[in-house]
């Protein structure tokens, strides 16, 4: 039988459509042949207190997913952190111990070239960062400055070059500046333009776009909530009008003798400057900006269901650092290694995560990378130090997980300013610290099964071999890298 050209051509073309549809998988169809997406909400000095607030973030993520029940920050301030979370490293590695100069050193130092992002953008990842990048940023380089990695970019300008354009003095809530892929764009005071508001929409566009394109998407979402001076939304500003803090027996604590003279000094305490009232209003000001958040988080999940790829997105709510309300009579804030300050929320939803999980495990914010790249079916680079979560998803109990974990704040190198110096190891049921100028070094110890709030310091009363021990492992902490923290981390630091 012969055939016409035009018969031919035609029969070419339909082969052609039939073999293009048989490679292309639709959205909402077979999620196991498709690449999953991700979504990072991280939001700014959330401490664990305020999780009961988000009811929808319970109902939607943590009881459809994990729960990590001891997820710490390795370095609780902005920039190490926030260093740490881009590239998997400990901050003794990345460099960036304190926030200033923050960003600028990340970006000089060239560790944008190698992050998480860029390695989801080269693995064909549609990317976007929303909101806070470093508190920093851009630091001496020109406004519409991009990093790469990011496909999208919308980033928070530091007030010290918004004021150039605008009175920036509502600590990003309102009044703020965005570079929006290059483009430099003022927010105002509208109602419309609340921070967490306009990152909600520019979230819901990208998951729109990239789900049109057919493309695994990775959004990171930087909020400024619940950092001070902390703004509500204005549909907010009445709501929890009864709520107060969940004080602790170390809330306001008054005998501070145990403690070193760093902490004693840094006491409000004795000149009576915080109150319990002002606690109750600085945790309930906190706790109405999270509801914006919450509000984002159903949001999204609604948007993710209504797309069909809910079932293929991995969603993740965590923060920079903790936050302490007058714990061991301490002012507001955050930087230290107590517990306030470097537990923080960490809850997870995704393909492959049983609902209901609780992980009590040892993790950080060191982990996220090497997790996110696994899940993604991408080889992290070799420099990462932390450990991904995939096997504890599967609660596999052949695992060997850590059993100590860094805790690092500030240079070294004296010479080079920092507001405190310390290192300390954080076990499941123990801290040691070691206080560092130049003047003197102070220890810390305590054994958290029988001291949970870390009110009774016991360095002094242990034995000269106790504290080699702790010390050893401590240096060995300090000076590890890549894979060789990953076993030293499994010596449990623990004195009883």
Request: hydrophobic share 40%.
């Amino acid at each position: 039988m012969k055939f016409s050209m035009q018969a031919k051509l035609v029969f070419v073309l339909l082969i052609a459509v039939l073999l293009l549809s048989a490679c292309e998988i639709p959205v909402g169809g077979n999620t196991a042949a498709r690449k999953p997406n991700f979504i990072v909400i991280l939001t700014d000095d959330l401490d664990t207190s305020l999780m009961p607030v988000m009811i929808n973030t319970k109902e939607l993520v943590t009881d459809r997913g994990a729960d990590f029940t001891n997820y710490f920050i390795t370095s609780p301030y902005c920039c190490p952190a926030r260093s740490s979370y881009y590239r998997g490293q400990y901050a003794h590695n990345t460099g960036i111990l304190v926030n200033t100069p923050g960003f600028i050193q990340f970006q000089k130092d060239g560790l944008e070239k190698e992050t998480l992002a860029v390695w989801l953008q080269r693995a064909g990842y549609q990317t976007s960062l929303i909101g806070k990048y470093f508190v920093s940023y851009p630091g001496q380089l020109h406004k519409s400055y991009l990093p790469p990695g990011w496909t999208d970019w919308h980033g928070l300008i530091n007030e010290d070059v918004a004021n150039k354009f605008i009175k920036s003095d509502s600590g990003y809530y309102y009044n703020y500046v965005l570079n929006e892929n290059g483009v430099t764009n003022i927010y105002g005071h509208a109602e419309a333009d609340y921070t967490t508001d306009v990152f909600n929409r520019l979230s819901q566009q990208f998951i729109n776009s990239s789900i049109d394109a057919y493309q695994p998407f990775f959004l990171w979402v930087g909020i400024k909530a619940p950092h001070d001076p902390a703004i509500p939304a204005p549909r907010h500003e009445n709501s929890l009008p009864d709520l107060v803090y969940p004080a602790k027996p170390s809330t306001l604590e008054a005998d501070i003798s145990d403690k070193p003279g760093l902490m004693m000094e840094r006491s409000t305490v004795s000149g009576d400057t915080t109150t319990t009232a002002e606690i109750n209003s600085v945790y309930r000001q906190h706790a109405l900006t999270m509801l914006s958040v919450d509000e984002m988080v159903a949001d999204l999940v609604a948007l993710l269901d209504s797309r069909g790829e809910l079932d293929n997105t991995y969603i993740i709510i965590t923060s920079d650092n903790g936050f302490h309300y007058g714990e061991h009579g301490l002012a507001f804030g955050k930087g230290l290694p107590y517990l306030e300050d470097t537990r923080v929320p960490m809850v997870m939803r995704g393909p492959g995560i049983p609902e209901g999980l609780v992980i009590d495990e040892l993790t950080a914010n060191i982990d996220l990378v090497p997790t996110i790249a696994e899940l993604a079916g991408i080889r992290a680079k070799n420099f990462v130090d932390g450990r991904s979560w995939v096997p504890l998803f599967a609660s596999d109990p052949t695992v060997d997980w850590r059993q100590a974990l860094l805790i690092e704040i500030g240079n070294l190198d004296f010479s080079k300013p920092s507001p405190i110096v310390y290192r300390g190891i954080r076990g499941k049921d123990s801290l040691y610290v070691e206080y560092l100028d130049n003047d003197r070094k102070e220890l810390e110890y305590y054994n958290l099964q029988q001291d949970p709030y870390e009110m009774e310091n016991k360095a002094a009363s242990l034995t000269d071999m106790d504290l080699d021990q702790l010390h050893t492992l401590l240096e060995q902490l300090m000076a590890c890298k890549s894979k060789d923290c990953r076993i030293v981390d499994l010596q449990a630091p623990g004195i009883y």
